[in-house]
């Protein structure tokens, strides 16, 4: 008995990966109603293609459309994931294919799981996700952790989200064995703020030799983390963010979410909160994310 997936990249994805050039995948839950608000997720997206080619690498957005895995989605099918969609995290992969999900929005966990099943080593985020406060309650710990450190592809990300327990997520990335570098920074950025206390055990300035350290942690078949600050033109103002956290953890309880629910719904109210000044900051550094992807994966390849 073999098992095979329904795994489908685009062409321009699959021939490159064939001529070994460089490959950045993207997730498509930030892209989607559960992540930006329209039009600012379109503008994000490509933003973030267009800087994933301008480093020479070609961009394949992950998602799952009709209950088939993508990696690298045609010029028509953008609109696809814009619109309203089903969050995908990992756990949920083999339902949206069973039950043939019209749109998955690919979370990180998700997104690295395709992948690595495509054969792509380099993949971009806003901000992953992570242990949240309260969780020695509510067991809630995003699965994007234990996909970074268990698939063999590097993640770019501007930290962690803000809401997390930061501290104890990179207690646990470290458990988990993933490797977590500070690209240019000493401390792990939290998503829409260049700095928080907490260090981060390597930082690395130079290019050549994060290709280095992520082509030594992909010979092991395992993933690291790469933590790369919103660039500092726009990133959000401290006291705007603080209020605008306080305001929205309250709804989260007020409103009793859990689960997969609580991601889009703080993002949603810090956005709300922010009057909408956490978007462009959203926007900003996960381009930049994409942008260093890409520059990583260039210089992979070489
Ligand atoms: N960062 C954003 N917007 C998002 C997310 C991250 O700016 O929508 C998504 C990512 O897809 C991430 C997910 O993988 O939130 C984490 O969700 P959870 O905490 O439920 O694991
Ligand atoms: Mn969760």
Redesign the pocket.
Known sequence: MSYELPIRPSTEVADALADNAPVVAL?S??YSN??LPSPDNENALNRCIESIRAAGAVPAVTAVFDGELRAGLEDNEYDRILGQATKA?ERDLPVAIGQKWPVGAT???ASLAIAQATGIHVFA?????GVHRGSEVTGDI???LGAIARHGVATISAGA?SFLDLPKTLEALETLGATVIGWQTDVLPAFTARETPYAIPYRIDDLAELAAITNAQLGFGRGLLIANPVPIEDALDQSVHDAALEEALAEVDKAGIAG?K???FV?AHIANASGGASVPA?ISLVANNAGLAGRLAAQLCD
Not at 125 to 129: A, D, E, L, P, Q
């Open positions: 997730e839950t930030v559960l992540g995290a979370t990180v966990s985020t806003g901000g992953i996700g995003s699965a994007d989200k997969a609580v991601t889009p993002l959203n």
